[in-house]
Structure formats: structure tokens, C-alpha cells
């Protein structure tokens, strides 16, 4: 088991801050430094971060610490730190020293658990590739969802999307996603979803009060419209029930690929910001699995899988689209880790 030192500890946290201040959020920045800082006055967390096995910055322990004291402030408690969150004044040390020192325990039990951004701003990025298969083989999809947590992005049809001067999915929705675009617009395709489902180890579930508690939790606090877009998806959820399965995505993968694909049906497997949660041999067996079942596709039963993911550098986050029979695998953009742009390059020649 890999253990930290203290500043490999301190190292992640200002590795994380520095992450986040260059995609746009200076508050959860200076707030990890801060916790940085002042990490020592929560001895039961502190202790949970130095011994914590394999990578912490894979593993967002960074996030996970943000999650439970946005969750305090949420809850108004201490009344100091829910200042600091709400904008009400900059001490950002001393409100988190006193939320580490009175709230230790709950934050280390928060800490058990991984993130859960479920961000469906992200689902531009998965339509707009859907859009691109479409253009070149209409039918319908079926899609299964690697890492689903709440399953609010098999819900993608029922937002409304701007994709440079293209619309899609429902131009009623409350959830209306516009990232900022780059590059030409993506194919004019309509997307028909016969089926949607996923998995996730610890799925949260949209009629639970203290699970989209959970997930308005891990929002940025700085950034109020993806908390409003995440609660209107959540509206959206309570009304149309995603289909999320509890379990191992390997496991339960294998079972799925292993089903009769109906004819006329285009298998479509979609993971966002999940491979980074999967040691090298998992993700090895993934793309095994995927290539066993591309090799029994056909035109009338294709399979594609489309990931938006971290390259293994962590540099950028691309959209790769790989479609069988053929096993053409390209990179469709590259995109803000939350979706805030899409550069798309599409399928080409």
C-alpha cells in the first residue's frame, strides 16, 4: 500500500487547486490552499489523506474534501464557513480552520466516498457524437452508461442543446446546455434513443433528498448555474427514472455485450470522467471486452463506444468515438473537463 508523506499530501491539494483555478474557479482554488494550510487541525482526516492507498489525485481526495465542507456550509454550519461559500467575506483560513477542527469526523467520513458530479453539461459532448454516428448510420441507440452515479446524462435527450448553430434534444427543456463552441458545428443528425441504462459501484438516486444533496455538494460554489442546471436535471430525473444498476461496470459490461443486440439497433457504450477511477489492468479488460464485441458486430448491429476522458498525461480531455465493424477509433474534440467548450474536429474524411 503506497502511503503519502505530508508533502506529497500537501502536493495533491495544491496540484488540485492549481487545477482548478485554470478552469475557472478561483474560490475552490483558494479554498484547497487553504485546507492546505490547515489540514493539521483535523487530525482523524489528516491521518485518512497520509495513509491513503494508490493516487490520491486519481481518487479526487482533493474534491472529496471540498464535497463535505461545501456540504457543511450548505447545512449552515459552522455559520462561518456557509459565510465564506455564500460570498459574504475572503478568510478563507480561518473559516476553514475552524470547520476542520469542529467537523474532523464528519469530513473524514464524507472522504469514504468518491465524487459524484454527475455533470450534464458534459452530455453536449456525448450528443453531439451521437449526432456523428447518426449522420453516417440512422438508427436508433441503445445506450449503456459506464459510471452513471445518479443516471442524470441517460437522460441526455431531455435537454436542450446548443452546439455552435446547431440544436438538439428537447427545445422545452429546463436544462438547456450551450457550451462555448470551436471548431465546425457537428453533423445536423437526429439522435433516437430506443434505450437507455448504466451502472455505478455506489449509485445515487434522484428521489433521495440527501443523495441530490449529495451531488448539489460537489457543485462549485462559485459557479451558481451548474448548481441550477444540476437541479433542474435532478426535476427531470424525479420524473423520468434513469435506469442505473448497482454494481462492477466490468462485470455488468460483460453481461450486457453478452446480450442479443437486436437488429436495426446501434449499441452505443458511453463513460464520461469514469476510466481514471480503474486500475491499468481494468481498463486494459474494458478495451479487450469492447474489441471481443466489435469483432462480432455487424452493419445491421453496430457498436460504438464514446468516452470523454482525461488522456493518460492528464494534458486535456478528448472525445473519442471508436465504431465497429470497422474499429475506427478518432478523437471527435477536445472539451473543458465540465463541458464549459467543445473544440470539435468531428469524424472527417
Keep these: 500500500m503506497k502511503t503519502l508523506t505530508r508533502a506529497g499530501a500537501a502536493h495533491a491539494f495544491v496540484e488540485q487547486a492549481e487545477s482548478c483555478r485554470s478552469t475557472g474557479s478561483a474560490f475552490l482554488a483558494a479554498v484547497l490552499e487553504a485546507v492546505d494550510r490547515q489540514l493539521p487541525l483535523a487530525p482523524i482526516s489528516n491521518r485518512m489523506i497520509q495513509g491513503w492507498p494508490g493516487d490520491p489525485a486519481a481518487a479526487a481526495v482533493a474534491l472529496r ?11 449552515g454550519t459552522p455559520r462561518y464557513l456557509a459565510d465564506l461559500y455564500n460570498g459574504e467575506h475572503e478568510d478563507f483560513d480561518g473559516a476553514i480552520a475552524e470547520a476542520l477542527t469542529r467537523e474532523d469526523q464528519f469530513i473524514a467520513d464524507w472522504m469514504r466516498y468518491p465524487t459524484q458530479t454527475n455533470e450534464v453539461a458534459r452530455g453536449a459532448a456525448i450528443m453531439s457524437a451521437l449526432m456523428a ?5 440512422p438508427m436508433p441507440f441503445q445506450i449503456l452508461e459506464l459510471g452513471s452515479s445518479c443516471g442524470l446524462n441517460l437522460n441526455l435527450a431531455l435537454y436542450a442543446y446548443r452546439l455552435g448553430a446547431v440544436s438538439a434534444g428537447d427545445p ?6 450551450a457550451p462555448q463552441w470551436r471548431g465546425a458545428d457537428p453533423p445536423t443528425a437526429p439522435v433516437s434513443i430506443a434505450s437507455a441504462q448504466g451502472v455505478d459501484l455506489s449509485p445515487l438516486n434522484a428521489l433521495d433528498p440527501a443523495d441530490r444533496e449529495r451531488l448539489l455538494s460537489f457543485t462549485w460554489a462559485d459557479q451558481p448555474m451548474r448548481s441550477q442546471r444540476l437541479e433542474a436535471a435532478l426535476q427531470i430525473a424525479v420524473a423520468h427514472p434513469p435506469r442505473v444498476h448497482r454494481g462492477d461496470a466490468k462485470l455488468w459490461l460483460a453481461q450486457r455485450l453478452a446480450e442479443r443486440q437486436p437488429e436495426g439497433l446501434c449499441r452505443a457504450v458511453v463513460h464520461t470522467m469514469f476510466l481514471q477511477y480503474l486500475s491499468d489492468r ?3 479488460e474494458v478495451a479487450a471486452m469492447m474489441n471481443a464485441a466489435g469483432a462480432g458486430a455487424t452493419a445491421e448491429r453496430p457498436l460504438v463506444e464514446i468516452g470523454l476522458e482525461w488522456t493518460a498525461d492528464r494534458r486535456e480531455v478528448q ?30 474524411e
Excluded: Q
Design 319 to 348: 472525445l473519442r468515438c471508436t465504431r465497429w465493424p470497422d474499429g475506427e477509433s478518432k478523437v471527435l474534440a477536445i472539451c473543458h473537463p465540465y463541458g464549459d467548450w467543445v473544440e470539435w474536429f468531428g469524424m472527417g
Design 133 to 137: 454516428v447518426a449522420a453516417e448510420r
Design 65 to 75: 474534501v471540498n464535497g463535505a465542507l461545501h456540504a457543511l456550509a450548505r447545512r
Design 172 to 177: 422545452a427543456s429546463a436544462v438547456r446546455i
Design 282 to 284: 481494468d481498463r486494459r
